[in-house]
């Protein structure tokens, strides 16, 4: 009997990266290490950390000078003035400010803690360094979808995630925050139900369950599994992009 | 070489589940069909749908007489008086409203659409019914995990999930409503990563990932894949419930 299933495989041996490497190859060298050939409709979900410290998003703090406003900030932050000055260069808007949280919106237009400019495993701890989101993720994920398209000729999904808090469940999930040659969000509006309904649910968030599946399978504490294959995954090939998964400000009910 | 890997299958051939069904049953049978075979650590991630339908959570609409709110509210969101009438009754407190859309803290404390209250998938349209959530999810679970383990000796953990929108984001993804045998939201709090950072992170969602892994392999238009066998998902065994999942009031900043 045919199955219906997805796997999920962690590539192994990804080691640290370092500003300038190119994911592609890294990836290519995981796959052979685990002796894997990606297939067409493959999905490869790749960590926002390790595709921001190939781009160089890394900022020292002892370069960074923090404005009369981070100050103001971090004392309700409880947070570095130089790390709050990094999310305030990263941000549209904050959303909530509470002691001890920041929530904004930030450049991407992704609602999120800290405007995802992190402090855990980015250096070792006496240098001091945030990691920003990539520049343009989507971008970051047609590269990595090039590169490797180039090299096996095969036709696979990228996916750059990250770890989301939410507003009324514990927990971080998986977000997808890049996305390429997949469509993220799918609109299954007007297809029928087996008694004749028309669906209710009006869009399914394809790349973010994705990324969430991938994202528990990576683990959060260490960088040994950054990048994991999926395989049957329900979906379809598109030319998508983040900014599909953003809900528009106009339907926003609880800014 | 050992590779790590979580595999999802979903259990074919489930047939249309009707009130006094035993889902255990339903699903051992589904496992043998596909020539599959529980192992401890597994987990079985179970539609909402075929819960509260085995449940006997099936209203019909001819036997509900909606009260003066629920006929304004329905004017409101062009809905059917007598489902608002039902979503009112599973309704703690109304979170939002506005033409369309209600989106209620329900009474397992879950803030979502509807109270979760559907028409679709229900029943054949003429007979006009609507599906409440279980009365006790994570007591549908427990009794799921016991009667898998009394027949098969093994310990699994399981989870009922359900389809849920998110403020910020489109499309709905998976999130556990009900949980046994398993622990949903993992503290890392004070772990250490490669560096030495403390993780900022704080807990993580480990049932609502693995309830969007499997959400997606599901579907949502029909109900040919309602059960979902997930092999080797990372978690930890234990006493857990949804209750676990949902954000503290006090910790609320949205509502």
Known sequence: MELTQMTLTALPGI??????????????????????????????????????????????????????KARELAATLGKDPRHVQVILDE???????????IIVEERLGLICANAGVDRSNVAPAGEEEVLCLPLDPDASARRIREGLRAATGREVGVIICDSHNRPWRNGVIGVAIGVAGIVPVEDWRGRRDLFGYTLHVTTVGVADMVASAATLLMGQADEGRPVILVRGAPHTRGDGTHWDCLRPREEDLFR
């Open 91 to 101: 941000t549209k808007e904050i959303v909530r400010l509470k002691p001890g949280t």
């Open 15 to 68: 080691p640290l990266v370092r500003p300038g490497d190119d994911l592609a190859t890294l990836i290519l060298q995981g796959l052979e290490r685990g002796g894997l050939h990606l297939q067409d409709g493959d999905i490869l979900v790749v960590a926002q950390k390790i595709v921001s410290k190939a781009e160089g998003r890394a900022v020292r703090l002892a370069d960074v000078t923090p404005s009369e």
